[in-house]
């Protein structure tokens, strides 16, 4: 199961916070009022779609509102990969490496 709050904090230590709380409001407000919209409109299968999608930004909207107030971002998002670092460099046996560089054979007519 993805831990949503992990997953953001990842997201917000990659881009701004200011950038994605504005693209998950956008997510949890705006793609809902096109739903509804469209389901005034007649289009129900559409308006119904696009309710769902706007009501799966809502958890992502509430961690990415508390990571930023937190500011602990980068603090959450380098322990994860921190942790699943160590955890591959240990668990993964070393690729062989090959130092010879590859050769171009040309045949001679």
């Known amino acids: 199961m993805v831990n949503l709050r992990k997953l953001v904090a990842f997201d917000m230590a990659v881009h701004s916070p200011r ?3 504005t693209e998950f409001v956008i ?8 739903g ?3 389901i005034s409109r007649g289009g129900m ?3 119904l779609y ?3 999608i706007g009501t799966n930004y809502m958890p992502l909207l509430i961690y990415a509102v508390i990571i930023a107030m937190k500011k602990s971002a ?3 998002a380098a322990y994860e ?9 240990k668990s993964d046996p070393p ?8 050769t171009l054979k040309l045949s001679s007519h």
């Open 19 to 21: 950038f994605i709380v």
């Open 27 to 34: 997510g949890a407000l705006g793609i809902p009022a096109l």
């Open 36 to 38: 509804v919209f469209s």
């Open 45 to 47: 299968e559409m308006g």
């Open 50 to 52: 696009l309710l769902s």
């Open 74 to 76: 980068m603090r959450e």
């Open 81 to 89: 990969l921190g942790h699943k670092t160590s955890a591959l460099v």
């Open 95 to 102: 690729l062989p490496i090959k130092n010879d560089p590859p």
